[in-house]
């Protein structure tokens, strides 16, 4: 039996903006995205929340206002986990990271593990948006690994704008999620088992996009 396909959220987001952007970036590395500042400042933040909550390193001044959230976390009781990576087959048991039969993985910003209740904490650092499919997608694998938990506490924390999107999951609730969610991954799928990635043009293809060689890129040779 052949290794199994694989995804994650971040693959499927950007699957969905531009197939062959995906390809060219996620799978076979030909080009590589940068991201800009944004990126940059976003992975600075990720990795400092990660430090002062698993470490007790002090967030850098430029965060300071971050402070109440990693005070927020350490006030709470349980098992604190941070930048927990899961992954689960593809009939939703738990498995190891780089498992021959991983299907999805995930990394949890900030999981906290209190009896039959689990909190998971998403740091954002851009503009808020009104989608759960990450957070759902975390809750499958804390129910996965943690078969003694019967509800998921999610929220989305938008860092810039001070605020929090919450999200209560129950096992049902992903039973119905995935109806939906299960034809957008088939997708995904469909396209590695023919490698059919066409571009999909869009607003962002001149500023955004890394892949040069596409036609619709605006720093594009020839």
């Not at 039959?116 to 808020?128: E, F, H, N, P, Q």
């Not at 995904?188 to 293809?205: D, F, S, V």
Request: proline share 4%; with cysteine.
């Amino acid at each position: 039996m052949g290794k199994e396909w694989a995804w994650s959220f971040s693959k499927l987001k950007n699957f969905e903006t531009c197939p062959h952007r995906h390809q060219q970036v996620d799978l076979l590395k030909n080009f590589s995205d940068e991201g800009g500042e944004a990126l940059m400042w976003g992975n600075s933040v990720h990795t400092s929340l990660a430090n002062a909550l698993a470490k007790g390193v002090p967030l850098p001044k430029e965060m300071a206002a971050y402070q109440k959230w990693v005070d927020r976390v350490n006030s709470g009781s349980g098992q604190l986990l941070v930048e927990q990576k899961y992954a689960i087959t593809r009939d939703f048991e738990k498995t190891q990271y780089f498992a021959p039969n991983v299907w999805y993985r995930g990394i949890g910003d900030v999981v906290r593990i209190d009896g039959s209740v689990a909190l998971v904490l998403d740091w954002k650092t851009g503009r808020v948006k009104d989608d759960y499919t990450q957070l759902a997608l975390m809750a499958q694998c804390i129910f996965s690994h943690f078969p003694f938990v019967k509800k998921v506490r999610s929220e989305y924390v938008w860092l810039a704008e001070d605020c929090s999107t919450p999200e209560l999951f129950t096992r049902q609730d992903l039973a119905d999620t995935w109806v939906g969610l299960l034809d957008r991954v088939r997708m995904m799928e469909n396209a590695h088992k023919t490698q059919t990635y066409p571009a999909r043009p869009g607003k962002l293809c001149k500023s955004w996009c890394p892949v040069k060689t596409c036609q619709h890129n605006g720093k594009a040779s020839g």
